[in-house]
């Protein structure tokens, strides 16, 4: 058997998302979420999109415009650096449970949305069309994210640990603020 699919999208994933948005956005919500669930929400909607690519690939951008996933991707991030800022703080127990399943659906979805027609995933639909194996494709590129995932979530619940909470949101906060208006003006200008 030729593993040379699964080696080449391994190797594709996790040199290019490497200090990518979705890295950052790990980063940022693992420093306030319990870490187990941001990787698995981010993990679980990596290996989706990554089997849509292989499995479905030129048909979503067929059907979806590249502006409505940036403009659905912006007014996300925009979403979430509002709610990040200018809501209050839960109950210090109340937060702690909530956190963790908040972590596990404010990763999926958040991850998800930023990499739908992403790079990563254009390179999913090229390395399955080149090489006609996408389960091997699939497997290195989910491989690949989980490493990336993994050193992500690391390096968060470390910020979270020496970082004030405030600032952590602050800085959260601001960071969503700033990819959403990046993918709102990637789509509208």
């Known amino acids: 058997m030729d593993f040379t699919?699964?080696?080449?999208?391994f190797f594709?994933?996790?040199?290019?998302?490497?200090?990518?948005?979705?890295?950052?956005?790990?980063?940022?919500?693992?420093?306030?979420?319990?870490?187990?669930?941001?990787?698995?929400g981010a993990l679980a909607a990596l290996a989706v999109l990554s089997a849509i690519g292989v499995i479905v690939g030129q048909v979503l951008f067929?059907?979806?415009?590249?502006?409505?996933?940036?403009?659905?991707?912006?007014v996300l991030f925009l979403a979430f650096g509002v709610a990040t800022?200018?809501?209050?703080?839960?109950?210090?127990?109340?937060?702690?449970?909530?956190?963790?399943w908040g972590g596990l659906g404010a990763?999926?979805?958040?991850?998800?949305?930023?990499?739908l027609g992403d790079k990563s995933q254009l390179s999913i639909?090229?390395?399955?069309?080149?090489y006609g194996d996408g389960l091997l494709v699939l497997v290195g590129a989910v491989i690949g994210f989980a490493l990336v995932t993994?050193?992500?979530v690391t390096l968060g619940a470390e910020i979270g640990k020496r970082v004030p909470e405030r600032y952590i949101r602050l800085?959260?906060?601001?960071i969503f603020l700033a990819f959403g208006i990046i993918f709102l003006a990637q789509a509208l200008l």
Do not use: C, N
């Open 5 to 9: 699919p699964l080696v080449a999208a």
């Open 12 to 40: 594709l994933i996790a040199l290019t998302e490497i200090a990518d948005k979705t890295m950052i956005a790990v980063i940022t919500l693992s420093s306030k979420h319990a870490r187990t669930f941001v990787f698995i």
């Open 62 to 74: 067929d059907y979806l415009p590249r502006d409505w996933i940036e403009i659905a991707a912006g």
């Open 85 to 100: 800022l200018l809501l209050p703080e839960k109950e210090k127990e109340r937060s702690v449970k909530l956190s963790q």
């Open 107 to 115: 990763s999926f979805a958040l991850v998800a949305v930023m990499e």
């Open 125 to 130: 639909i090229a390395l399955s069309a080149q």
């Open 150 to 152: 993994l050193i992500g």
């Open 171 to 174: 800085g959260s906060g601001v």
